[in-house]
């Protein structure tokens, strides 16, 4: 692909010279690309980092087709950047694009047009434990039009910004309600794809469940509210016994998280079994009880591993017996390592990004 890279502006920042706010500081530059009908993708280019401008017809505004990915870029022992199974982030970009009616790109454009932002920022990549660079890429529909159709036109972007680590004082548990009011996804619907009207529908409830005291929702199955799909934005995982670990099965509602895999392939090397199943909300609450479930905790990019300290479901704290457990301290550190590259990887799931000027 070729990237036209125009100059920084005259508001561009000195890189990590102030505080940076997860989700609120921003590198200096973005990647964008255009879709068009006659076109195809185009007009690649990295700019500064700006505002956006559209009519207020647009269809993104209205009907929702939108799809993001987050992925991270870690600082290396030797001052060389790693990215993680970026591969992976770039097919879900693009399964989760079919989902919407909206356009593929290339895979291998993405991936460069993230090495290169990434490259042109390194400096913005932190030196700190448990810190890192979050990459953002976004996809919108542009077309100027109420008419319910998939867009004729979309912006395609990138974003970064440094992330501070996700627990500052150790592995911190959350609580977890658990509803049965509301759903997230159902199969059929758009669960498996990263769109934002996933994130919406959840709002309503983990907000009303946050002065309960709890800081993520637990979804169960759309159908029957029966089964454990997802805790939050993380896929979810219970310790049986200290030795194995089963998550729910994919279904067509449950995001196909990366970390979700890394942990399934991982653990088997750490001497845990690792299984996907069907789980019944009943079953797990009856043996986190009876503490045949010792450990629980979500996976995802941001946290990694968050383990999980109650279930609060009909009025009653179902208590887990360790948060934070053995398990989810091995996992934690033994995928941070490989991320940060402090130790080898053996499944080839880092991608390593050279540092000008760093020998
Ligand atoms: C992104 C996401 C996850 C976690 O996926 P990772 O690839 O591990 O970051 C899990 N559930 C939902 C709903 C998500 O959006």
Known sequence: MNITIEPLGPNARAPLAEKFVFGKTFTNRMFMQHWSEERGWH????????????????????????????????????????????????????????????????????????????????????????????????????????????????LHYIITGPAGPYFSAGLKPISVFVTDRYVRAVRGGTGAAKTGGNYAASLLESERVKPLGYQQVLWLDAIERKYVEEVGAMNIAFVYGGKHIVTPELSGSILEGVTRDSVLKLAPDLGYTASEARLALDDVLRDIESGEITEVFGTGTAAVIAPVDKLGYCGKDYVVRFAPGPVAAHLYKALTDIQYGRAPDPYGWTYKIEVPGVS
Request: glycine share 6%; charged share 25%.
């Open 43 to 154: 007009d690649a280019r990295i700019v500064p980092y700006q505002s956006l401008c559209f009519d207020p017809a647009t269809a993104v505004l209205h009907y929702g087709q939108e799809i993001f990915e987050g992925t991270k870029a870690y600082r290396r022992p030797d001052g060389h950047i790693n990215l993680f199974r970026p591969w992976e982030n770039t097919a879900r970009f693009n399964r989760s694009a079919e989902r919407m009616a909206m356009q593929k790109v290339d895979p291998e454009a993405h991936l460069e047009a993230i090495i290169t932002l990434v490259r042109l920022e390194h400096e913005w990549v932190p030196y700190g434990e448990g810190e890192s660079l979050y990459i953002r890429p976004t996809m919108i529909a542009t077309e100027v039009s109420l008419g319910v159709h998939a867009s004729r036109s979309y």
